[in-house]
C-alpha cells in the first residue's frame, strides 16, 4: 500500500512536454547526462521510440527533472523520482549521488527490464564493455562490490568511535574504541576507491542502499 501511494505521488508530478526535439548526444557528456531509450508498441501495434534524458549536474544542484520523449519530441516531465505511464506499463527513473540507481519500463503483466544507454553515453560505453568482453566485465563488477565492502567493514567502526567522542554522544552512549585504525593515507585512499566503485556500479544501474548510500527514493 505504502509503494502504491509512493507511485500515485510520483505520478502527480509528471507535466506535460512542449513538443521540442530530443538533442543528440555529444561526446562531452559522457558523465554530465544519461539518455536510455526503450521501443513500445503501443495500442495500434505500431513501434514507438521513447527516450528518457536528464542531467547528473542538475540533479547534484537539486533541479534535476526527468525528460520523456516520444519519437524524438518532449511529450512529458517530471522530477525525481519519477514514473510515466507509457503503453502497457510504466517507466520508473531514479538517480542518486554516484548516478542513475533506475531506468526501468515496469509492465502491467508483471514483467520488467533496463531501458537500452544510448551508446555514445557512458552507460554505453560500460553496457558495450559487458557485452564484449564478460570476464572483464564480470570481474570489475567484483572488484568493485569487494571495494565497497572492505570500505563499508574498515570505516563503519572508525565512524562510530568518531561519533560516540562528541560530548553531545558520548554523554548517553559512552564512547567506542574502533579495533580498527587505519593511516589517514589509507582511509583517503579507500575513499576515493569507493567513490571509484559506486561510479562504475551506478554505470551498470546497481544500486543497494547500504553499500551505495541510503537513499530510500527507489522505494516507488
Not at 527490464?113 to 570476464?135: F, I, M, Y
Amino acid at each position: 500500500m505504502f509503494k502504491d501511494w509512493r507511485r500515485h505521488r510520483a505520478q502527480k508530478k509528471v507535466t506535460a512536454g512542449d513538443g521540442r526535439a530530443l538533442r543528440r548526444f555529444r561526446w562531452w557528456q559522457p558523465f554530465s547526462r544519461v539518455l536510455f531509450y526503450l521501443d513500445l508498441r503501443d495500442d495500434d501495434g505500431a513501434l514507438r521510440r521513447y527516450a528518457v534524458d536528464l542531467s547528473y549536474w542538475e540533479y547534484l544542484v537539486g533541479e534535476a527533472e526527468a525528460h520523456l520523449y516520444l519519437e524524438g519530441r518532449h511529450h512529458a516531465e517530471s522530477a525525481l523520482p519519477a514514473v510515466f505511464e507509457v503503453p502497457g506499463g510504466r517507466i520508473q527513473v531514479a538517480m542518486g549521488v554516484m548516478g542513475l540507481k533506475r531506468c526501468h519500463y515496469f509492465g502491467d503483466d508483471g514483467t520488467s527490464r533496463q531501458l537500452t544507454p544510448d551508446p555514445d553515453s557512458a552507460e554505453g560505453h560500460r553496457a558495450r564493455l559487458e557485452q564484449n568482453h564478460p570476464v572483464l566485465s564480470r570481474w570489475i563488477g567484483i572488484s568493485s562490490l569487494v571495494v565497497l565492502l572492505a570500505a563499508f567493514l574498515l570505516g563503519v567502526p572508525q565512524l562510530l568511535e568518531m561519533v560516540t567522542h562528541w560530548d553531545v554522544v558520548a554523554q548517553y552512549t559512552g564512547t567506542f574504541t574502533s579495533p580498527i585504525q587505519l593511516p589517514d593515507w589509507l582511509n583517503t585512499a579507500l575513499i576515493f576507491a569507493a567513490i571509484a566503485a559506486s561510479t562504475e556500479r551506478a554505470l551498470r544501474l546497481r544500486y543497494n542502499w547500504l553499500l551505495d548510500g541510503a537513499d530510500f527514493d527507489l522505494d516507488f
